[in-house]
């Protein structure tokens, strides 16, 4: 992209704008927003340099701005063109009503219904509901009746019409379905609300787009396909859970037109890790939404890898002022927890553009976890200020109040969030931590269900599953959801260190060692994305020796809340020369790191992985965990007869303030044996 000439960049703003009318059009309107902005934020042809025209900033170049940029766009196919242009009035009227939300009445301009939408003989109270009891009465009364009473209207031929007609009217019957699941489902969590209610318009859409596709193929016209009906029929497969036909059909919808970003926001949600990523890259056209998405698919993966930060440099020299690409910058660093860069690009952001709210939600969780409780409640107040009824703003106020304790006050706003979008992740997540605060595991685990329902990617909803059951002491259960988190979180220690603990729960010593040491490993070794650490039932978290086989002698900083817990597992095992080894290194750390080379880490009688250790920096001087360290081995000293180096750990120990009274009993033991062995001689 470093030759990006202006010819490239006029052509581009007006291939750009053209496709925000035709998301425009068909209502995609967040696709339509998105290229609008990312066209307003192309860097001005003006700026760029040919290098034939060295002072081409002098004068405007010729076809800039771009004057061919319809209202309304027309299609290249003649035969589609001529049925747009008689269609125009109904199309008008049915995008109006579109737009006021009158789904049904949208559909109905282009496929009249030749039936009742209702049969009068199916209204009448089922026999066993004609006499009302006590469960009936309030909002039973008023309950829907089930869609197997309701006769499905019979799929008819599709009358002749353009492909921007039959998009709009077969999208208006499926944002109908969403609308009459959100309704049948009632309040959040109620009765009603158990997240089995379906789209019941999505049998009827996928028929008349099957019937669609294949009188096109049998006409010889599938090459003439514009790509929006499929990538409707790739939505419509995925609210079926036909993941694989989704992706098909989504990824010949971008090959037929690569600016429908709805279809690439689409198949990256039906990417369930890094390997199907990989999979699916060389089936994608070369374009520019392509490396667009490669970001995108790669920030909500979790792989914060400097080829994905490269990557949005140079589409930052393009774009320079993308709030997008920015965005996706500051997330990548909110995922390596690099939360004082994020915080400053989100500010920059807000700086910029103080009325987007896009992902603000995220900025949110970045000052919750900083614990900047001002910058929170100011941000909390700018989004209360620019709309109140949007979901990003109630978790953002939801996570102020959550930072302040009330946590009955946080769910009041997250179930707002979500009454304002039942799809929303980031509300289903923080309302399950809201609601492990308050100790009602059952709200918790429902609320992480939901969440992982929506976005299977999600490792804080499997890692909160994880913790609600080890609340539980079911952790056999925690262990399955610690393990899908650690798949998709491989270098994250948190995961491993959760996953280790919960081994420990249930007397498995061997692989909560192994656990131990990933943690180890993922402070210092970069693990590649590919990686299937943890992503088997089976919990195979063993390490190669390639993790580590890149790093010579290095000056490495070993955890010691790490180290500990291994060296006392090693004990449990009858190791005790090699938990000794792994107390000493505890000590270590107390100085800061040591050169020491991850092949010299000490290993079990059962062991055939190395470990590796964290971040370089500064010693952690005495702390609880030293000192319970300094105690071990002031009493494996004794034991080996050892007198004079157990009497220097003591004396230490008495020094440090932590485990006095023990250390100084042991002395006295030590003084008088040291006494006794005197006198014999």
């Not at 209202?71 to 008008?92: H, K, M, P, Q, V």
């Not at 100011?378 to 709309?387: C, E, K, M, P």
């Not at 079990?604 to 360290?629: F, H, I, L």
Request: net charge negative; proline share 5%.
């Amino acid at each position: 992209m470093s030759n990006f000439t202006k010819e490239q960049a006029i052509s581009l703003r007006a291939q750009l704008l053209r496709a925000s009318v035709q998301c425009s059009e068909r209502c995609l309107y967040q696709s339509a927003k998105w290229i609008a902005e990312l066209a307003s934020s192309l860097k001005d042809p003006a700026d760029f340099n040919s290098p034939d025209d060295p002072d081409s900033d002098i004068a405007m170049p010729d076809g800039y701005p771009p004057d061919n940029i319809p209202i309304f766009s027309t299609s290249e196919d003649d035969e589609e063109s001529r049925l747009e242009a008689l269609e125009i009035g109904e199309f008008l009227l049915a995008k109006s009503f579109f737009d006021c939300r009158e789904y049904d009445r949208c559909a109905a301009v282009f496929l009249p219904l030749n039936h009742s939408p209702i049969n009068p003989s199916s209204v009448s109270p089922e026999p066993e509901s004609q006499t009302p009891t006590k469960a009936a009465k309030g909002k039973g009364k008023a309950r829907a009746q089930s869609p197997e009473a309701i006769p499905r209207p019979r799929t008819t031929s599709l009358p002749r019409m353009s492909q921007k007609s039959l998009f709009l009217a077969l999208y208006a019957k499926y944002m109908a379905g969403e609308k009459r699941k959100d309704e049948d489902s009632e309040m959040i969590m109620g009765p009603m609300d158990t997240g089995a209610t379906i789209n019941k318009e999505l049998i009827e859409i996928a028929r008349r787009l099957e019937d669609w596709f294949q009188e096109r193929t049998l006409q010889g016209k599938e090459a003439q396909n514009h790509g929006w009906l499929e990538y409707l029929y790739g939505v419509v497969l995925s609210k079926s859970n036909s993941n694989e036909d989704a992706k098909e059909y989504l990824i010949k919808s971008v090959h037929r037109n690569p600016f429908i970003w709805s279809a690439w926001i689409e198949l990256r949600d039906l990417l369930t890790n890094v390997e199907a990523f990989r999979t699916i890259i060389p089936k994608l056209p070369q374009h520019l939404f392509a490396i667009l998405f490669n970001v995108d698919a790669n920030q909500s993966l979790y792989q914060t890898s400097p080829e994905t930060h490269s990557t949005l440099t140079d589409l930052l020299k393009v774009f320079p002022t993308s709030q997008y690409l920015l965005t996706q910058r500051a997330l990548l660093h909110y995922h390596s927890k690099d939360f004082e860069e994020s915080e400053s690009i989100f500010s920059s952001i807000i700086q910029s553009s103080p009325h987007r709210l896009d992902s603000l939600d995220h900025y949110s969780n970045v000052l919750y976890v900083m614990g900047a409780r001002p910058k929170l409640a100011f941000l909390a107040q700018l989004a209360t200020a620019t709309d109140k009824f949007r979901p990003e703003t109630c978790c953002i106020v939801g996570n102020y109040y959550s930072l302040k304790s009330e946590h009955e006050k946080a769910i009041m706003y997250f179930r707002r969030a979500l009454t304002l979008d039942r799809t929303f992740l980031s509300a289903w997540t923080l309302m399950g931590h809201e609601y492990v605060e308050m100790k009602n595991t059952h709200a918790a685990i429902e609320s992480y269900r939901r969440a992982v329902d929506i976005n299977r990617k999600d490792y804080r909803a499997w890692y909160g599953l994880g913790q609600t059951y080890e609340v539980l002491e079911m952790h056999h259960y925690a262990l399955f959801y610690f393990q899908r988190a650690a798949a998709l979180r491989p270098y994250d220690k948190q995961m491993w260190q959760a996953l280790a603990a919960c081994y420990e729960s249930i007397d498995r010593p061997l692989q909560a060692i192994k656990a131990y040491k990933r943690a180890l490993i993922a402070n210092i070794a970069y693990i590649e994305p590919s990686s299937s650490f943890g992503s088997t039932a089976s919990a195979s978290v063993t390490s190669s020796a390639g993790d580590l086989g890149a790093a010579n002698t290095t000056n490495v900083f070993l955890d010691p809340e790490l180290l500990y817990p291994i060296a006392l597992l090693h004990e449990k095992q009858s190791e005790l020369e090699t938990a000794a080894s792994y107390m000493e290194l505890v000590l270590a750390q107390e100085e800061g790191p040591a050169s020491i080379h991850p092949d010299e880490l000490p290993l079990g009688n059962n062991e055939d992985d190395e470990s590796g250790g964290g971040n370089g920096g500064q010693g952690t001087g005495v702390t609880v965990t030293t000192s319970k360290a300094r105690m071990w081995l002031a009493r494996w000293a004794f034991k080996q007869g050892e007198l004079k180096r157990a009497m220097a750990f003591a004396e230490e120990l008495c020094e440090d303030g932590f485990e006095v009274e023990e250390a100084k009993a042991l002395g006295r033991d030590l003084r008088s044996r040291m006494e006794g062995r005197w006198g014999e001689l």
